[in-house]
């Protein structure tokens, strides 16, 4: 079924449609998206679909500012934190068609004074996240991209370069320095550029925030969104710096209207050539042959057995998931900071085909996931008690499921089956199990990792199919 077809009144979304003096029948978008924002507290969201390069769906809701009346319009700028990436790998394919540069080029060919395993590492590996470069850290927010640059070149390589594919900051803000060099502007400019001006948008670019001493200072951004988090029952102001410097990384500020525009003209070959496009929508390819987690800046995966690009941020102020085979984009922004990249695959579900659903697997250790469950409905209610983890779940699960984990199991809705899907023995007593479990409002799958005690060292929701 197609996104059209459940558009009742695409241009009108949000209304009500009476059909023969019939009951009033509302968008599943909107209920969909209204039942989340109740359940995970946000104030304001913004939704496009895109379909076949055309926008069929944009629609705002809620609000954009607590502290007046500011209703989400499309044209309302939200932070998009991570997934300002999606731009970023735009501006990048556009300066190689221009032949300002390569993909291929190296990146010491930038550099003066580049250490020799710099060597051989391309632009193609930083826009991939496979370089090796080590994470620059302590910086002042004020410094520029080729002052971080050279900081990388002191730091030995934190993995062979091509052998893996481990996201971080500081390929990225190599990758800024490079363009700005090459071309001569500033990022901000380049957006501005090679999208903003070809594509005529009108809400989408950077504020420019530099703190000196006490005083913080940015540009004026007509009619955007603050950041909020949820936290002990009440609203928290949560706005998050991004240095200058990072800004093809993050920082990015867009609308919904602005940001279906983008996916639009590229779904279209409106804006990049078909086989840059095919750069950005297809993983790198590692070293020995195996698919990368990201293309040029944009992330994979796979859901409902089908692949998907695009990026999160935030981890949910913004969700770009773009779906080759059907030529689908979903776009969400909110302004809740505390939330889970929920809505994206959820408003999906209304269009994608159901995946086949497998039977669950016998239990022979009902215990294991009675703990499970147990820990889970505890976690929603703000308790985590840390003996259940092993001092590596203590380190990475005990926070999360404090933060973000309870964040995405109350919107979720409460829990109501967990079912094993798949298990896999490991050394030394490890196993490791793939269950689902079904909540009110959505089913997740989990990676659950436990040792020979039967404490737990993982217990990862999946975005996707894979694990």
Request: aromatic share 8%; net charge negative; no cysteine.
């Amino acid at each position: 079924m197609s996104v059209r077809r459940l558009m009742l009144v695409p241009a009108f979304a949000g209304a009500l449609f009476l059909t023969g003096g019939g009951p009033a029948l509302a968008d599943p978008v909107d209920d969909l998206v209204r039942g989340y924002m109740e359940a995970a507290h946000i104030p304001g969201a913004a939704v496009a679909l895109v379909e076949d390069g055309r926008i069929v769906k944009l629609e705002g809701y809620g609000q954009a500012n607590l502290e007046w009346e500011s209703p989400v319009t499309p044209d309302t700028p939200f932070q998009t934190a991570s997934a300002s990436k999606v731009v970023a790998g735009v501006v990048l394919m556009r300066l190689v068609e221009q032949g300002t540069l390569s993909l291929d080029d190296p990146i010491p060919t930038f550099f003066e004074g580049a250490p020799e395993s710099w060597n051989g590492i391309t632009v193609r590996h930083l826009a991939g996240h496979t370089s090796g470069l080590g994470e620059v850290r302590g910086l002042p927010n004020t410094a520029t991209t080729r002052e971080v640059a050279i900081e990388a070149m002191t730091l030995p390589l934190a993995y062979p370069t091509g052998t893996e594919s481990r996201y971080g900051l500081t390929d990225f803000v190599v990758m800024t320095a490079i363009m700005e060099k090459a071309s001569g502007l500033s990022y901000p400019e380049l957006v501005r550029r090679e999208i903003v001006e070809p594509l005529g948008l009108t809400h989408t670019g950077f504020s420019m925030m530099r703190e000196t001493g006490s005083v913080r200072a940015a540009e004026i951004m007509p009619g955007s969104a603050r950041v909020y988090g949820w936290r002990d029952g009440v609203q928290r102001d949560e706005a998050f710096i991004y240095p200058v410097h990072a800004y093809a990384a993050g920082g990015l500020y867009s609308s919904a209207r602005d940001i279906a525009t983008l996916m639009a003209a590229l779904d279209g070959g409106r804006l990049l050539k078909p086989e840059s496009f095919a750069l950005l929508t297809s993983p790198a390819r590692l070293n020995d042959g195996r698919d990368g987690g990201f293309g040029v800046g944009w992330t994979f995966d796979r859901y409902h057995g089908r692949t998907t690009v695009g990026h999160t941020g935030g981890p949910a102020l913004a969700d770009v998931m773009h779906v080759p085979s059907e030529r689908l984009t979903v776009i969400v922004l909110t302004n809740q900071r505390r939330f889970y990249p929920l809505l994206s695959h959820a408003i999906a579900d209304l269009s994608l085909p159901p995946a086949p659903e497998a039977a669950a697997i016998a239990d022979s250790r009902p215990e294991m996931t009675a703990a499970l469950r147990r820990m889970l409905e505890e976690a929603v209610a703000g308790r985590v008690e840390p003996a259940v983890f092993t001092a590596e779940g203590q380190e990475g699960l005990v926070p999360f499921y404090q933060d973000f984990g309870q964040a995405m199991l109350a919107a979720v809705g409460p829990l109501q089956a967990v079912e094993l899907m798949d298990e896999r023995p490991g050394e030394a007593g490890e196993l490791r199990r793939r269950y689902r479990v079904r909540f009110e409002r959505r089913t997740l799958d989990f990676v659950v990792r436990t040792d020979a005690a039967g404490l737990f060292s993982e217990i990862r929701p999946l975005s996707g199919d894979d694990i």
